[in-house]
């Protein structure tokens, strides 16, 4: 548990609870500005260590040694200095046009499971 503040400046989107309507699964803290696609983390100033440590990534990595070799930001898009994991994701991951957002986290998951990494949502 970490103590967090809503920032001075967004106390009034964070009265705004619609967001939940459209992401019930979402941060707390998160919010859109209304009538606006923009979106904010309303405890920015005083947001926990993880978040600090893992920004907007949604999913991260670990290789066998439980060491974070790999990130996915927004739906699909991986960021990794792992020339294997890497080399993984281009052929069997990225090649695989499912459509529909959780078949293919689901079907990303497994197959870098396989591989022996470790999927952290
Ligand atoms: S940075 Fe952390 S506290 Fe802020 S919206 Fe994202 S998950 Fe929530």
């Known amino acids: 548990m970490t103590p967090v503040e809503v920032d001075p400046d967004k106390r009034e989107i964070f009265g705004d609870t619609s ?25 920015h100033l005083t947001r926990p260590e993880i ?20 990130r996915i930001k927004y739906l699909r898009t991986l960021h990794s200095e792992d020339a294997d994991l890497s080399d993984l994701w281009e052929k069997c991951v990225e090649e695989h046009k499912e459509p529909d957002d959780a078949t293919w986290e689901d079907y990303m998951i497994r197959i870098l499971n396989q591989a022996g990494y470790t999927v952290r949502r």
């Open 51 to 70: 978040c600090r440590d893992y920004g907007c990534w949604r999913l991260l990595i670990l290789n066998h040694k439980g060491r974070r070799v790999g």
């Open 19 to 43: 967001i939940f309507l459209k992401l019930p699964n979402t941060c707390p803290f998160f919010r859109h500005q209304q009538g606006s696609e923009r979106a904010y983390c309303t405890v």
